[in-house]
């Protein structure tokens, strides 16, 4: 049987669905131009002493059809019901294996390792709201700020000015190993996030605009971009302490952001390939 609350947290992951695909939208060149993100860096680099206009070309994006999908919320519907034939007897034991009949609100602090060439470590603040699901599940959603700074030696650093941003919001899962009594809980997590990456250039570039139909129709100054990315964690963490209302705990967590292929400036990516990472996170979860 599902907690009390697991309705709620549906709700919200639901409503981080939707957030997703919006900011997956607005992420998403709105311009009609293309051109490469490598020709963007280089004519923003120090380096640079010549002309800052990135070579462009109009854009001819490929129709996409957009099928009839309906989602319908059937008042009616009998899959999940919460009348007393669906109830199971709440014995002494369920409520010790229940720490929380309740939501939970959290903030987290961390950092790691970045393997992607050109930046250093990474720094992350996080909040989340979320609810065990079951005696050992756990599931939440949350947002996240994130800064890397790049390598002073790296070429990257001659274009991009004070190192990335990344910001987002993802769906955590959590399987604890032992009863939520226990006063240690160790467990396993799987996420994923959609990531926002933000910079601004060293210096600032131009670059033609078009309309619909691939004529100029003027010149843009561009002095800042993103991308948005997917990215996907397992890892395992420990509860420190676990009290009826107060929870720390301490987490591992290795994962990937796979970066999409363009930028909202409309430059196709050929220059953020996969970020690997290491991650070390502090979290603590207060009870409502």
């Known amino acids: 049987m599902f907690h ?13 669905c939707l957030l997703m695909a919006t900011i997956a939208g607005c992420s998403s060149s709105s311009e009609t131009r293309r051109g490469k993100l490598s020709d963007a860096m280089e004519k923003a680099s120090e380096e640079n002493k010549g002309d800052r206009k990135v070579p462009t070309e109009p854009a001819q994006p490929t129709p996409v059809a957009v099928g009839n999908v309906e989602t319908r919320l059937n008042p009616t519907d009998t899959s999940v019901q919460s009348g007393p034939e669906q109830q199971k007897d709440i014995t002494t034991d369920s409520l010790r294996e ?28 996080g909040v989340s ?28 650093n001659k274009s991009i000015k004070d190192g990335v941003i990344i910001t987002g919001i993802g769906l955590e899962g959590k399987y604890f190993l032992t009863p939520s009594y226990t006063f240690l809980g160790p467990y396993l997590l799987l996420g994923m996030n959609f990531s926002h990456m933000s ?5 600032a570039i131009t ?47 290795p994962g990937l952001i796979l970066w999409s292929n363009a930028t909202s400036e409309g430059f196709d990516n050929d220059v953020f390939k996969t970020f690997f990472y290491l991650k070390f996170r502090v979290h603590i979860n207060f009870g409502l």
């Open 98 to 125: 229940r720490p929380s009949s309740r939501m939970w609100l959290g903030i987290r602090l961390g950092g790691g390792t970045l393997k992607a060439g050109d930046f250093e470590g990474i720094g992350e603040f």
């Open 4 to 16: 009390p609350h697991a309705n709620r947290l549906l709700t919200c992951t639901v409503v981080s």
């Open 207 to 253: 670059a033609n605009k078009y309309d619909n139909s691939g004529n100029v129709i003027g010149t843009d100054r561009i002095t800042s971009d993103a991308l948005s990315g997917l990215d996907m964690f397992v890892g395992a963490g420990l509860h420190l302490f676990q009290f009826s209302g107060f929870h720390v705990g301490a987490e591992l967590a």
């Open 129 to 156: 709201a979320g609810s065990y699901i079951s005696d050992r599940f756990y599931g939440e959603v949350w947002g996240f700020f994130s800064s890397s700074t790049l390598i002073e030696t790296a070429a990257l």
């Open 199 to 203: 910079w601004d250039y060293q210096n």
